[in-house]
């Protein structure tokens, strides 16, 4: 519905706003209508029963009460207070307080921080770390931490199915808060928080202040230590470029809970009795939580606003507040500035309520109820539909200007590799007589960069302009735009959030919620290699297929391999059995042209390009027979060349297979300065800016190749595969060493030549005219005998 007035009923109008305006600044707003109903859920009650204790009861060592949330799990929820509830149904039932078993051995039953982490539960209870298992209802303490804790930290990525979005939900932080932060002891799990070991961090011995914690900001692919320091906070950044530099600093004079926001959108939610803050860069600009009564901005902070804070809920995209004089206050988490408003006041506070979102714009005020006659509690929850109650006109929330924001995109992951560039498209509906702007961002624009562009894109049926948003992500380094102080490290695998909000957007869009999507700067695991086999050996008819398939095999001698593949001759022969499943049929290549494979990139089966990225190549048997026909000077190298000797000595026997992109160093970069003492050592590495290629010795046969592409600009993913190659055309090898096969033959030739001349000089003289009848003779007997010979058979 709309309503347009025009000519002097604008006047009207507008007075009729300022005197709805004053009676909502005269009028007490106790008198509006009730936030919520109240009901009390009760289950499993028949007969009174007598409570047993099983276990140590837990309980939390806060005076305030908290609710933590599964981000991923929306059922499974963990209650803090003078007791503490463990619910799978979102407290839909009556639960039993929540204990440890006895066998823990945990003496006091004090629990400090908690966090779910997967499909595991955590808990510091004295100081020390235990995990629950809440499938398979096992407990355990955590193991490899030597110091006493107070709290954990992490986070979950509710992407299933991915390696990263596992190892987000895998990454556990313990520490002691508030010791010095040179001296802290910090603990990092890997494991879900069943081991532990102990972290380090280049320069912590440098910084000053006490340790306020410790968090995986994963949306900025950074780690950030909470620094105190004489009433103010700051947060010091583990990698490049944020490590040369602090967040700016903000209040801290007292300890802040830290809430991280659901979504990897790096929000942060600082609060206390007296004061709310709120961060949207994980931490490095945090600001003050106005204050709104409709536009006008009543305290530019919660702690002007002298309230006390009782409990904080967040979810994706909005933040509640309740405060100890039964006042709620609400807002939502845009892109801009976050404010809140407060709701009516109603008696809905209590020391046991707690705040907790159940859906988009749902709310619940829940509390815990003993029963005198059962062990377990039931719960009373006053339930808030928050866009319902945003219709008052006393609370001049507006209109929202947009209809419709939605985009395939909206909670999808993607992955962009090196050199790779992603497409998105949104499409925005705004209210007749708007023009919304849309904002996008990213949580990382260190490592993700984004161009956006803006169209319209037809009408609704209803006359609505609709417009067409296309966004096109790539890394930072390759749009070129950016200073290399700015962008992160190349060569490590980042993570960054995309999020599509609309500038100054009314809080009535409850609705309308913001469109992220999660994206990995990483391995596109869909990539692969493969050898260009369009002319193999078998097509050649040089081998058999069907001999091939039929538990074919051959024998290496002992003289062309050595099985640790140091280049030394072997004790026996080799049988080795050709795996033709996996290889197939071997390409073919003569021994005396230089040769090198055509390396093809392929994505969901599909091919992409030709590979002219660096790589490597080493025959899996210890083949030493081909050597490379460029060496270190003639390949142009400044540095000394890497090679399989160096790589495999530096990996040990366990890994002689490990030249990759993540050690492999070019000669050719100006910042390696090895220094070039052989220069006529054959270069190793195929592929680049080179022409090296392969040079087999005069041995015909199969090898079988591992090759992997090392250049650590092409692709995050260690691209490996191995193929197989029949060499022909080679002669076999001379029994006699060529230097006395030469000697031999200019000897036989010489003395030829001397017979051919002195031959005719001796039938001339007196013992050549003898020898010359000796021979006459002996011919002529022969001949009868062979005429006899001839006449008997």
């Not at 149904?89 to 779910?116: N, Y």
């Not at 919660?302 to 509640?320: C, D, G, P, Q, Y």
Request: glycine residues 6%.
């Amino acid at each position: 519905m709309s309503l347009r007035i025009g000519g002097n009923g604008r006047s009207e109008m507008l007075v009729l706003m300022l005197v709805v305006a004053t009676t909502f600044r005269l009028c007490p707003l106790v008198k509006a209508r009730p936030l919520c109903r109240i009901r009390t859920l009760r289950t499993g009650k028949v007969f009174p029963v007598e409570e047993k204790t099983q276990g140590d009861r837990l309980y939390f060592s806060s005076g305030k009460t908290h609710l933590i949330k599964h981000p991923c799990k929306k059922n499974l929820a963990l209650y803090l207070g003078r007791q503490i509830f463990l619910t799978k149904d979102t407290f839909e039932s009556s639960l039993i307080p929540f204990s440890i078993p006895t066998s823990m051995q945990v003496g006091t039953p004090e629990v400090t921080s908690a966090h779910f982490a997967g499909s595991v539960l955590l808990l510091v209870v004295n100081q020390k770390v235990y995990v629950y298992d809440y499938e398979a209802n096992f407990w355990t303490a955590s193991t490899g931490i030597q110091h006493p804790v107070s709290h954990v930290s992490g986070d979950n990525c509710c992407y299933s199915g991915n390696s990263f979005c596992m190892d987000i939900s895998n990454s556990v932080f313990a520490y002691l808060r508030g010791d010095q932060v040179s001296q802290a002891n910090i603990y990092f799990s890997n494991s879900r928080g069943y081991r532990f070991q102990k972290y380090t961090q280049e320069r912590r011995a440098e910084l000053v202040g006490t340790f306020g914690g410790i968090f995986s900001f994963h949306s900025l692919s950074q780690v950030g230590l909470l620094l105190v320091d004489e009433q103010m906070a700051m947060f010091s950044y583990s990698d490049h470029p944020l490590n040369r530099s602090f967040g700016l600093p903000f209040d801290y004079d007292r300890a802040l809970d830290i809430l991280i926001a659901p979504g990897q959108k790096g929000i942060l939610i600082f609060w206390s009795e007296k004061n709310l803050l709120v961060s949207r860069n994980s931490g490095q600009l945090v600001e003050s939580v106005q204050v709104r009564e409709g536009q006008r901005i009543l305290y530019n902070s919660i702690v002007k606003a002298n309230i006390t804070i009782h409990s904080v809920a967040a979810n994706e995209n909005e933040l509640a507040v309740l405060t100890e004089g039964n006042n709620l206050y609400y807002g939502s988490l845009g892109i801009q500035s976050s404010s809140l408003i407060k709701f009516a006041d109603q008696n809905i506070w209590s020391q046991e309520a707690v705040l907790m979102f159940t859906d988009v714009g749902m709310l619940e005020i829940l509390t815990p109820l003993r029963d005198v006659l059962f062990p377990a509690f039931d719960f009373q929850k006053c339930r808030l539909n928050i866009q319902a109650l945003l219709m008052d006109p006393q609370l001049q929330a507006g209109v929202c200007k947009v209809e419709l924001l939605q985009g395939e995109f909206e909670n999808k992951m993607y992955t962009i590799d090196m050199n790779s560039q992603l497409e998105l498209t949104a499409l925005m509906i705004p209210r007749p007589g708007t023009l919304p702007v849309p904002l996008v961002s990213v949580s990382n624009p260190h490592s993700l960069g984004l161009q956006a562009v803006i169209c319209e894109d037809g009408y609704t049926y209803d006359g609505n302009t609709k417009h067409r948003l296309n966004i096109s992500l790539k890394q930072q380094h390759h749009w070129g735009r950016a200073d290399p102080n700015f962008t992160s490290s190349i060569k490590r695998p980042t993570i960054s959030t995309i999020t599509l909000d609309i500038a100054n957007k009314e809080i009535s869009c409850v609705d309308l919620k913001p469109l992220t999507a999660l994206i990995s700067v990483g391995c596109d695991l869909e990539k692969k290699i493969v050898i260009q086999n369009e002319l193999s050996a078998c097509y050649h008819g040089v081998l058999d297929p069907v001999a091939l398939q039929d538990n074919y095999s051959y024998i290496i001698e002992r003289e062309a391999y050595d099985p640790n593949f140091q280049g030394q001759q072997a004790k026996k022969d080799l049988e080795v059995h050709y795996p033709y499943e996996k290889l197939g049929c071997p390409l073919l290549a003569y021994y005396d042209i230089p040769w090198k494979p055509v390396v093809e990139l392929w994505r969901e089966g599909k091919f992409q390009e030709v590979v002219e990225a660096e790589y490597v190549l080493l025959e899996m048997n210890g083949l030493f027979t081909y050597t490379y026909s460029l060496t270190a000077s003639t390949a142009g190298c400044s540095a000394q060349p890497q090679n399989w000797t160096t790589i495999t000595k530096m990996a040990g026997d366990t890994a002689p297979f490990s030249w990759d992109r993540e050690n492999y160093i070019s000669c050719h970069d100006p910042n390696y300065h090895e220094p070039l003492r052989w220069p006529d050592v054959p270069y190793q590495i195929l592929g680049g800016q080179t022409e090296n290629k392969v040079v087999f010795d005069q041995r015909n046969g199969i090898y079988i190749f591992f090759i992997s592409i090392v250049d650590p600009s092409y692709s995050y993913c260690r691209l490996e595969t191995t193929f197989s190659v029949y060499v022909y055309g080679a002669f076999p090898l001379s029994i006699f060493p060529p230097e006395i096969t030469i000697v031999l033959l200019t000897a036989a030739t010489l003395l030829s030549v001397w017979l051919a001349y002195m031959i005719p000089q001796l039938l001339h003289t007196e013992q050549g005219l003898e020898g010359n009848g000796f021979w006459v003779r002996l011919y002529q007997r022969c001949r009868k005998s062979c005429a006899c010979l001839w006449g008997r058979c």
